[in-house]
């Protein structure tokens, strides 16, 4: 049986970023490739699931949102009318991706067409290659160890959440383990035994999962978004802004969480302006310790902006393992 059985079971942000990339540049072309960054602690090597990819990128190519979906895609508020129209005619097309063993050896997956084509697939390859891999290995032990520190970090949340009127300032879980999760069957049982904690559990970024559940959908903007504008038309040191505001005006006060790691954090500031200070709620930060820095001070930001807790062709790579 195929590993992705919904078109919905994505990230919100490939939605909220295509509604952008349809409405904003629809003739844009790209290229993505998969890259595993970590190949030398792989169990065996992925090559060897070349056949079984295939036959899933097979699969996934004959999906098509239902109109069950698309009712509930029309309902999030940021989501507009002509973008489910879209999608009601959505259907990823095989000849855009093909998945390969390279000269290295190495399982090579490559896209290639329309980034409103090639953009929806990185979700679904990533989730496909993780589950086929660890369906190889001793499933009944890793999912003994699983269910263990599930229950232990559970105990946590739970004694937290009789805490939580101490903190000025609470600690908050949304999931965003697509990507890299070992299952749909276990990212379903997570999502599942953390509503248990509601008041702690806000979400997930997983879109299938939260109209299964009946709980917020969580996501706005990935890394992709503002290396896209590095390539389209505008000057490259202009090209944060230029997504900014295209984000802005897209989604017109909602969604208003600015991505701020692309090119590192002092780039970031020398773009983002009182002007978008004033448009976005908040900021995401992605790596590194967040209270390893100095810079709120220099750039003497208001106290609500620091750390509380060749022809339009873009290349990406994205990560598996």
């Known amino acids: 049986m195929a590993i992705i059985k919904s078109l919905l079971d ?12 349809l409405h904003k540049f629809p003739q844009t072309h790209s290229v993505y490739a998969f890259r595993c960054r970590n190949l030398e602690d792989t169990a065996y090597p992925l090559s060897t699931l070349l056949d079984e990819v295939n036959a899933e990128l097979d699969a996934l190519c004959e999906l098509r949102f239902t109109a069950d979906e698309l009712q509930y895609l ?35 997956i490559r896209i290639e067409g329309p980034m ?54 609470p600690f908050l879980v949304s999931d965003f383990g697509t990507r890299r999760r070992y299952s749909v069957a276990w990212q379903e049982q997570v999502i ?38 590095q390539a389209l038309d505008v000057r490259l040191r202009n090209f944060q802004k230029a997504a900014l ?30 002007y978008f200070a004033k448009l976005f709620d908040g900021l995401r930060h992605d790596s590194g310790d967040p209270y390893d820095v100095n810079w709120a001070d220099s ?12 022809d339009d062709k873009f290349f990406g790579t994205f990560p598996s393992c």
Do not use: C
């Not at 989501?79 to 390969?100: G, H, N, P, W």
């Not at 269910?147 to 101490?166: P, T, W």
């Not at 979400?203 to 903007?221: C, H, L």
């Open 299 to 310: 750039f003497d930001l208001p106290r609500y902006w620091r750390y509380k807790s060749q």
């Open 10 to 21: 994505t990230d919100l942000y490939k939605f909220t970023m295509l509604q952008v990339v």
């Open 116 to 169: 409103i084509q090639a953009m929806m697939f990185e979700i679904y390859v990533l989730a496909i290659v993780n589950e086929l891999y660890f369906s190889h290995l001793d499933q009944q032990s890793a999912w003994q160890v699983g269910e263990q520190r599930l229950n232990d970090k559970l105990l946590l949340l739970q004694d937290y959440r009789g805490q939580m009127a101490a903190y000025d300032v």
């Open 245 to 274: 505001e295209a984000w802005v005006q897209e989604y017109r006060g909602d969604l208003g969480i600015a991505l701020t790691d692309v090119v590192g954090m002092d780039a970031f500031l020398r773009d983002f302006d009182l």
């Open 74 to 108: 029309r309902g999030l508020r940021f989501i507009k009318s002509d973008f489910v129209d879209y999608l009601e005619l959505f259907q990823l097309k095989r000849r855009f991706i093909k998945a390969t063993i390279d000269t290295e050896g190495r399982l090579d």
């Open 192 to 229: 599942e035994r953390l509503m248990a904690v509601p008041e702690i559990f806000r979400g997930t970024s997983n879109v299938y999962f939260a109209k299964q559940f009946g709980i917020t959908p969580i996501g706005t903007m990935a890394h992709e978004f503002l290396q896209a504008f």
